[in-house]
């Protein structure tokens, strides 16, 4: 059972595609039609499948956050609005089937929210996937400084005076592990079941020994 639960958690990067596509289609029959109205069931089909595949990718998102370890900290925004973004796009469908309450919002706020958030949704995912900087990392260098765009480098460094004092592991192994691979490699997120945390998850090794 548990491997299923995992595989479905995995589904999720192929999943979150799907109501971006479908609520951007919207969104951008929105603005087109915006005037005649002549395309009314296809803005229904787009907002109506836009939220249930928000609600999927929601879903096998809080999967894949419980079973591959990702840490609070890194998640909670992007699953956050998730959360927004779900309950937008079922809020924009009832607006588009008269559902009383819903059709009192005004659509251009329900319009601009929901852009909003899905961008700003789909970015914190990329950054997930892809590390903080994939945006930045390509513009030139001179580009970042003038931008104040290039974070400090964190370097581990040993005193030439008095390293040869530290215990090998707790004093030169284990700060070169945590720097570079703890967060990867912890209690939470073990990916290929190898913690790096202590000397004893090491010795223990990973899903290839």
């Given amino acids: 059972i548990d491997s299923l639960v995992t595989l479905l958690g995995r589904f999720h990067p192929l999943i979150v595609h799907l109501p971006i596509g479908f609520l951007l289609l919207g969104l951008m029959m929105v603005?087109?039609?915006?005037?005649?109205?002549?395309?009314?069931?296809?803005?229904?089909f787009a907002f109506l499948w836009g939220a249930i595949s928000t609600l999927l990718a929601l879903i096998t998102g809080l999967v894949q956050y419980d079973q591959e370890g990702y840490q609070w900290s890194d998640?909670?925004?992007?699953?956050?609005?998730?959360?927004?973004?779900?309950?937008l796009s079922f809020a924009y469908y009832f607006h588009f089937i008269?559902?009383?309450?819903?059709?009192?919002?005004?659509?251009k706020l329900l319009a601009f929210s929901l852009l909003f958030v899905l961008i700003l949704t789909g970015h914190?995912?990329?950054?997930?996937?892809?590390?903080s900087d994939h945006l930045t990392e390509p513009l030139p260098q001179g580009l970042k400084d003038a931008l104040g765009m290039e974070p400090p480098s964190v370097i581990f460094e040993l005193n030439p005076d008095d390293f040869r004092g530290l215990p090998l592991y707790g004093g030169v192994i284990q700060p070169i592990l945590d720097l570079k691979c703890l967060s990867c490699h912890n209690k939470k997120k073990s990916k290929g079941e190898l913690l790096l945390n202590d000397y004893k998850g090491i010795v223990s090794g990973g899903e290839s020994g």
């Fill in 124 to 131: 914190l995912g990329g950054n997930l996937t892809h590390g």
């Fill in 98 to 107: 008269d559902f009383t309450f819903f059709k009192r919002i005004p659509e």
């Fill in 31 to 44: 603005f087109y039609d915006r005037k005649e109205k002549k395309h009314l069931g296809m803005l229904k």
């Fill in 75 to 87: 998640i909670q925004w992007h699953l956050t609005l998730g959360v927004v973004t779900t309950v």
